[in-house]
């Protein structure tokens, strides 16, 4: 279920949002959830090195190199890697919090 909430961007941040939007026919809105779900993942990798994430970093790199070579982009694919990054910050926010709720050593 998402929920609507009015976020105040750079006028630079939002001319990059709607270049990636516009470059991978993605809308302006899921643009901005991807960007947000990759962050929280690799956030969490960074605090948490036991955390290990699956393969997205390459399978990212894989899509940007075949828009590079204007290969289409097909959207069952895309939307299939989407639910899989989206899957992944799930397991990355529930790790993280359940760190965070854990009695510190002493």
């Not at 997205?56 to 075949?66: A, C, H, P, Q």
Request: charged fraction near 30%.
């Amino acid at each position: 279920m998402l929920k609507r909430y009015q976020v105040l961007l750079n006028e630079w941040l939002a001319d990059g949002i709607k270049f990636v939007s516009q470059k991978y026919d993605i809308s302006f809105s899921e643009v901005i959830r991807v960007i947000l779900c990759l962050e929280f993942i690799q956030g969490t990798s960074l605090a948490y090195p036991k955390y290990k994430t699956k393969d997205i970093d390459t399978r990212i790199k894989k899509i940007i190199k075949g828009r590079g070579k204007n290969e289409p982009l097909n959207s069952e694919t895309m939307h299939k890697f989407f639910s899989d990054i989206y899957f992944e910050t799930r397991k990355a926010l529930e790790f993280m919090m359940a760190q965070q709720e854990k009695p510190k050593k002493k």
